[in-house]
């Protein structure tokens, strides 16, 4: 029996809203004598035919069904076909709003009351009243309930429907921020190794014939260099598992690295000073690998830019809530010309790491000559959770 309950409700709107009328029909037609048939067959039709168009026109079809009830009360022909009325009121309830419910209720009710007065027995008035009232009054709740369900429901389709487009939001800027992070990643990486791997093969190339052990040292630096950056490439892109050898020999780069740095960029050709002042131990791994890339794209830049026997110097200050970096240089750059303008990922990338930690990026010539790289980033900032 539940199967067929739950056929049944598959059925078309339309198969339901026609199955009243024709049970009416029918039992006017089965139940009445020959000289009423007409009459009532016609006030039946009147009632019921109404209710096929009820979802299309809850109001014209609530207007016809008590013009038709009226008729009826007209002509004193007591019929079934009186439950229209409640079902054309239900669908105003169900349909329209308050105002439009309580108009139909209040037609339906006044119907109830002419009913009552010409139908009943002397004495009886009383419950028949009630009852057909209180049925007017269940008939126009449950419609209000069903557009009230009807509403929320919707209100929860589209609720689910804005958050799915702003989890696909999410996702997107998710995406986009992850393939600005590689590319950042990918510019350090890529140009500080290949920059120092160039300043080494030029020594060594210069030193083959001179000073053999020094040009061997070179060759061996440039090696270490190259896996250093395959590594750090692979770590980048997330195919680098903590567990792989390559991860314990190189790992992820922080202010306790900037030593080895220094003394790469020193073999390179730049002479460096590193300078850190306080302890490090309490700084994320994430802010000090922040460090690491600003210190390393500053003296990569320093590297590119300025001549030969240029010096770098690097000054970290740590503290409980903040990390300031310094990278100052001796070396004049090349002029630009007034209609160029930035580009590659340099200082822009610079920018962009300092601002995740809520630091200003500032990078300019100094009063004194040379260049220098200055920010401070803000360990407490809640950007830095998403850096």
Known sequence: MTAAVREGS???PAVWDALLPTLLLLNVITTRAPHELPVATALTAALALPLLWRRRAPFTVFGAVAVAAFVQWLTDVQLPADIALLVALHTVAANAGRRGTLVAGAVVETGVLLACLRWTTEGAFLTPFVAATAMTVATAVLGVNVRTTRAYLAALEERAARLQQ?????????????????????????????SVMVALTDAAVYAQHRSPDKATAAMLQISETGRQALTDMRRSLGVLRTDEPDAQRHPLPGIAQLETLADQMCAAGLPTRLHVHGGH??????????VYRLVQEALTNTLKHTPAGTRASVRIQCSTGTVTVDVTDSGPRPPRPAAATPSGHGIPGMRERSAAYGGTLRAGPLPGGGWGVHTRLLLDNGAAASA
């Open 10 to 12: 598959r059925l078309p």
């Open 281 to 290: 131990t309490h700084i994320p791994a994430t802010a000090q690998l922040t």
């Open 166 to 194: 702003e989890q696909e939001q999410q996702a997107r800027l998710a995406a986009a921020e992850e393939r600005t992070r590689i590319t950042r990643e990918m510019h350090d990486i890529v140009t500080h190794n290949l």
